[in-house]
Nanobody
Framework: QAPLVESGGGLVQAGGSLRLSCVGS????????ATWYRQAPGKQREPVAT???????DYADAVKGRFTISRNSASRTLYLQMNNLKPEDTGVYSC?????WGQGTRVTVSS
């Protein structure tokens, strides 16, 4: 099994919500910080939200107030709750821990 597996992407209308999940089969998110990244079509990958091992959270300015990163150590799952989605949120979202990356899940927001 891949060390990080994302799910939860899909097609949603602007203003809608999605919750992304990232399951770490061999990773304890409480011991290491984790980051959600996204790559929009034709653009470079960029960090969206980070949760430190101690629990501190940080967000890109473009998603502050709309996205929430969280984790469940018992289930080894990292989450990204995305509300009030905008077309510019469209992209492939990937989770990252240190040098380990998931395969990504695609989010498409229609206007």
């Amino acid at each position: 099994q891949a060390p990080l597996v994302e799910s939860g992407g899909g097609l949603v209308q602007a203003g809608g919500s999605l919750r992304l999940s990232c399951v770490g089969s061999e990773i304890n998110f409480r011991l290491k910080g984790a980051t959600w990244y996204r790559q929009a079509p034709g653009k470079q990958r960029e960090p969206v939200a980070t949760i430190a091992s101690g629990g501190a959270k940080d967000y890109a300015d473009a998603v502050k107030g709309r996205f929430t990163i969280s984790r469940n150590s018992a289930s080894r799952t990292l989450y990204l709750q995305m509300n009030n989605l905008k077309p510019e949120d469209t992209g492939v979202y990937s989770c990252n821990v240190s040098t380990v990356w998931g395969q990504g899940t695609r989010v498409t927001v229609s206007s």
